[in-house]
Antibody, heavy 117, light 112 residues
């Protein structure tokens, strides 16, 4: 069974940092592109970042570029999202998702990030 | 890059059919065969219902079907059941250089 378990969310002040983690299991992790997607309750999801199967290629939404860094450790079956210079508008539920040939087929349960003073 | 446009809400009675639209551009929905649909119950993770415009993952009821015409994709739920009440959103791969996936604004389906 495919499982994606996010952690690391919490309450942080504007300008602060958080590191999200996503532990994957139940599939060949190193074979898959992985993404982070965020969602404000009541709104549609928004794509944040992508990392290819071996970590050599990354992409970011404009809102994340320069502040967020995606990485992966295939030995630990884990993908990370380092978030710096956090803003109030970064407040959302952050999902780790699996990519299978240009479709997102599995989502984790999400980890809540709240940026507030 | 704007989100894909969906109606805010759609409703139907048990047994009826409903259709949810998802409108994008030639850079996303109209340009690729990579449109997906997701079902999300309150407090739950989204579940893939349709991929590749019209394909169903194993285990998804054949009451769910997808199609596309030009820049608009559609999800049809036939034989509407109480458990179909949820939020639904679409997604498409995009050739926008600043994005990889673009998502819909979401549609609340209510079973009357």
């Amino acid at each position: 069974e495919v499982q994606l378990l996010e952690s690391g969310g919490g309450l942080v002040q504007p300008g602060g940092s958080l590191r999200l983690s996503c532990a994957a299991s139940g599939f060949a992790f190193s074979d898959h592109v992985m993404h982070w997607v965020r969602q404000v309750p009541g709104e549609g999801p928004v794509w944040v970042s992508r990392i290819n199967h071996d970590g050599t290629d990354t992409q970011y939404a404009d809102s994340a570029r320069g502040r967020f860094t995606i990485s992966r450790d295939d030995a630990k079956n884990t993908v990370y999202l380092q978030m710096n210079s956090l803003r109030v508008e970064d407040t959302a539920l952050y999902y780790c998702v699996r990519d299978s040939d240009y479709r997102i087929d599995y989502w984790g349960q999400g980890t809540l990030v709240t940026v507030s003073s | 890059q704007s989100a894909l446009t969906q109606p805010a809400s759609v409703s139907g009675s048990p047994g009826q059919s409903i259709t949810i639209s998802c409108t994008g551009t030639s850079s996303d929905v109209g340009g690729f065969h990579y449109v997906s649909w997701y079902q999300q119950h309150p407090g739950k993770a989204p579940k893939l219902m349709i991929y590749g415009v019209s394909d169903r993952p194993s285990g998804v009821s054949n009451r769910f079907s997808g199609s596309k015409s030009g820049n608009t994709a559609s999800l049809t739920i036939s034989g509407l059941q109480a458990e179909d009440e949820a939020d639904y959103f679409c997604s498409s791969y995009t050739r926008d250089s600043t994005l990889v996936f673009v998502f819909g604004t979401g549609t609340k389906v209510t079973v009357l």
